[in-house]
């Protein structure tokens, strides 16, 4: 299991020992250089974006049905980093102080399970019971949708062994019943809440936990409610949630790149979401929006969407709040998580805009349109992969300058584009930067497909909830990456084709070598995911040989 501080961001708390003026004034000019480095890169990577695109209007090639797609997927996608570059201009520092002295509140805290393992979700339930909160304060409540008397067992086992804090076993209505409002989690926890308003009013705050997710930090309620307590304008506190995965963690289930990074944005621009696990609401605050909506397939983003638009705010707090048991390490589950996440995050885009949702500042309508952009930009990334590919074929340059040019300002290209998510990152590894272009050119075909059904489904009609499988089925899932195999062999037949063509010829002077670097750029980005589709797949073991027949004496 990975350490959940490694999770954490480079000014988290150790100790409570109140910091001296001169290393408080270093941390901020460490702070300073951070930024002044961070916009540098970003102006120079817009830059250089700006530059491509005008370089590809003025040496356009007379082949407009290759131009033209070529020419709008990357307006798009400089459309979207110039935004990403403002959205990140400004962090919050990643420092998280001890709160000042106050008195515990009623905190209650809500579980609903579905068909989690029994074991797992003790696990849970311990970790929650064992963090520095004082029991007489503390409700937890578990929503058993599967009404499993396996779970109200454990859950009775756990109210005998901890009587000073209340442990509720509760059955939510069951799906289809008048009564139930919201039809997966999001009435699993309305239940859950209603429960609280109406025998524990005491709860002044309700935190929100997966049936998965340990606590990460013993101090979790004690610095999220303090910073609720100290703080009534803000609604929610969400904090990182961390996850156990494989060694170099092959999918990027940690998130490090957002957690560390891009979350301080949001912080800064007052555009923080909820993330499921880690968050701690004020209670009047969700009344105050009507409960856990359930318009959208996953009540937690859209929650503090809601939240903002009525004028509430939330806050991030880089401490380790959930660290998940288990994260998707199957391609299968990979895609229904972040299928469902794109999924969720494009029907806001299209049908709940931010750029027309009322209530919203001018950084939030930014921030959150640079969501759905994220998401919708597969479209275009697609044409670019495939841009290549039919120069190479076709035998037309998209830029009809020096080839050599070409091959190098798009090498360099591609260097400052990992540059700049390397310091959007904070801190993560190069590794990390890798895995992330890895993981979005591998899920290219999953965002579009999220695409066309945020739009079929249309505002009105909800797509089933699937609950995210909670083991590992490893196996070789070529099927699920069949896409990615036809495009990595489209672009190998293009780059063979290209090289027998020029062969033929008996000469290499035309050789199209800035195409030649995007199909090689994105053939390595897509035989690294296609490999994932085997992970956990181990070889059978060898028997061992004889040591007779080999010709080795045994000793």
């Known amino acids: 299991m990975v350490a959940a501080e490694e999770a954490l961001s480079p000014g988290h708390h150790r100790a409570e020992v109140p910091r001296r003026a001169d290393p408080a004034r270093r941390r901020v000019e460490e702070l300073c250089r951070v930024d002044l480095v961070r916009r540098g890169v970003g102006v120079a990577v817009l830059a250089a974006s700006l530059g491509y695109l005008g370089w590809a209007v003025a040496d356009v090639p007379d082949a407009p049905w290759l131009f033209v797609p070529f020419l709008l997927a990357n307006a798009f996608l400089v459309t979207l980093l110039g935004i990403t570059v403002v959205n990140n201009w400004q962090r919050r520092p990643p420092d998280v102080p001890e709160p000042a002295p106050y008195a515990a509140p009623h905190v209650a805290v809500l579980v609903p399970t579905y068909n989690e393992p029994p074991a797992m979700l003790r696990r849970t339930l311990e970790s929650v019971l064992d963090q520095r909160w004082p029991h007489d304060r503390l409700v937890l409540v578990v929503g058993d949708d599967g009404h499993r008397p396996a779970i109200r067992a454990m859950v009775e086992d756990l109210a005998r062994r901890h009587p000073a804090a209340v442990v509720r076993y509760h059955l939510p209505p069951r799906k289809g019943d008048p009564d139930r409002r919201g039809s997966a989690k999001d009435g699993n926890l309305n239940s859950m809440l209603a429960l609280v308003e109406r025998e524990h009013p005491a709860a002044e705050f309700v935190e929100t936990r997966d049936a998965d997710d340990l606590v990460g930090d013993p101090g979790f309620l004690h610095l999220t409610v303090g910073r609720l307590a100290h703080r009534p304008d803000v609604a929610f506190v969400q904090t990182v949630k961390d996850a156990t995965v494989s060694p170099g963690d092959p999918f990027g289930n940690r998130r490090r ?81 972040l299928g469902t996440w794109a999924l969720d995050t494009l029907r806001i885009f299209f049908w709940r805009s931010p750029v027309r949702a009322p209530g919203l500042t001018a950084r939030q309508r930014l921030q959150f349109l640079e969501m759905g952009l994220f998401y919708l930009s597969s479209l275009p990334s697609l044409v670019l992969m495939l841009t290549p590919a039919l120069c190479l074929l076709s035998g037309v340059r998209m830029f009809q300058s020096d080839a050599v040019a070409h091959f190098t300002y798009s090498m360099l290209y591609v260097a400052l584009i990992g540059l700049h998510t390397f310091v959007l990152g904070n801190g993560v590894s190069w590794q990390d930067v890798f895995r992330a272009k890895q993981i979005w050119v591998g899920l290219t075909f999953v965002y579009v497909n999220a695409c ?73 980005l897509l035989l690294s995911f296609i490999r994932l589709s085997w992970f956990g797949v181990r070889r059978p073991e060898r028997p061992a040989a004889d040591p007779v027949r080999v010709g080795v004496q045994e000793t």
């Open 257 to 337: 790149f957002f957690y560390r990074g891009i979350m301080l944005s949001r912080d800064r621009a007052g555009s923080v979401f909820p993330c499921g696990s880690g968050l701690v609401w004020r209670r009047s605050a969700l009344e105050r929006i009507g409960g856990f909506p359930t318009w959208n397939l996953v009540e937690d983003l859209y929650s503090g969407y809601v939240a903002l638009q009525h004028g509430l705010r939330g806050e991030y707090l880089p401490v380790a709040g959930a660290v998940g048991q288990i994260a998707p390490e199957d391609v299968p589950n990979v895609y229904k998580q």
């Open 452 to 524: 066309v059904q945020a739009l079929r489904y249309g505002p009105h009609r909800k797509p089933v909830y699937r609950v995210t499988r909670k083991e590992h089925r490893a196996g070789i899932y070529l099927r699920q990456v069949a896409p990615q195999i036809a495009l990595l062999l489209l672009l190998g037949t293009a780059l063979t084709v290209h090289l027998a063509r020029q062969y033929g010829r008996g000469t290499l002077d035309g050789l199209d070598l800035g195409s030649i670097f995007w199909v090689l750029n994105y053939g390595v």
